[in-house]
């Protein structure tokens, strides 16, 4: 059974960074895309940033040139680097792997960007 973990969520004012990292129970040389979500309040789940086994990105429009997703594999771990965060940033965010057409989730981690 694959378990992610996230963390680095917090409170952190607008103009501010927050690193996110979440951790695989396995190696992540199996998952083939690994991908961050968001969900604000009230609204639906979407996408913010995916990364491939290769290592290819592909970011939402409104992240793009502030976020950046990356994987460390010696340690099973997926990033994702926050700056210039916004208020509407504010969501919790969750970690999906995709192993062939098998999804896995994280419990999610919150992020408040205060004005």
């Not at 990292?21 to 199996?30: E, K, L, N, T, V």
């Not at 979407?46 to 409104?62: C, F, K, Q």
């Not at 509407?88 to 896995?104: I, M, S, W």
């Amino acid at each position: 059974q694959v378990q992610l973990v996230e963390s680095g969520g917090g409170l952190v004012q607008a103009g501010g960074s927050l690193r996110l990292s979440c951790a695989a129970s396995g190696s992540i040389y199996s998952f083939n895309h690994m991908t961050w979500y968001r969900q604000a309040p009230g609204k639906e789940r979407e996408l913010v940033a995916t990364i491939t086994s290769g290592g290819s990105t592909n970011y939402a429009d409104s992240v793009k040139g502030r976020f950046t997703i990356s994987r460390d594999n010696t340690k099973n771990t997926v990033y994702l680097q926050m700056n210039s965060l916004k208020p509407e940033d504010t969501a919790v965010y969750y970690c999906k792997a995709l192993k062939g057409t098998q999804p896995y989730w994280g419990q999610g981690t919150q992020v408040t960007v205060s004005s």
